[in-house]
Nanobody, 123 residues
Framework: QVQLVESGGGLVQAGGSLRLSCAASGRLFSINAMGWYRQAPGKLRELVVTITSGGTTNYADSVKDRFTISRDNAKNTVYLQMNSLKFDDTAVYYC?????????????????WGQGTLVTVSS
């Protein structure tokens, strides 16, 4: 089973910065993609950004040019640098990882989620 541990959330004033981290551990062979999603009060969970093992990223329009995702494949860790934070960025941020459990047929895949970390931006 794959576990994801997030850290780095907290309270910040509008215009400030925060850095989230997410480390994957457990039984896994490879991680194809990692990413961040968020869920604001009363809203559905939405994509923030994803990154593949090759470094291809997909950002939500609302965070482009403000947030930057990076990944350390050797450590199975992904980071989210959030700059110029806005009140509307307030949400619980969830880490996600998808990949292969092992390479022995039949292939087994995983789709794991972290417990979430709260980011609160005060106006």
């Amino acid at each position: 089973q794959v576990q994801l541990v997030e850290s780095g959330g907290g309270l910040v004033q509008a215009g400030g910065s925060l850095r989230l981290s997410c480390a994957a551990s457990g039984r896994l062979f490879s991680i194809n993609a990692m990413g961040w999603y968020r869920q604001a009060p009363g809203k559905l969970r939405e994509l923030v950004v994803t990154i593949t093992s090759g470094g291809t990223t997909n950002y939500a329009d609302s965070v482009k040019d403000r947030f930057t995702i990076s990944r350390d494949n050797a450590k199975n860790t992904v980071y989210l640098q959030m700059n110029s934070l806005k009140f509307d960025d307030t949400a619980v941020y969830y880490c996600n990882a998808r990949g292969l459990v092992d390479r022995v047929p039949p292939l087994k895949y995983f789709d794991a989620w972290g417990q979430g970390t709260l980011v609160t931006v005060s106006s």
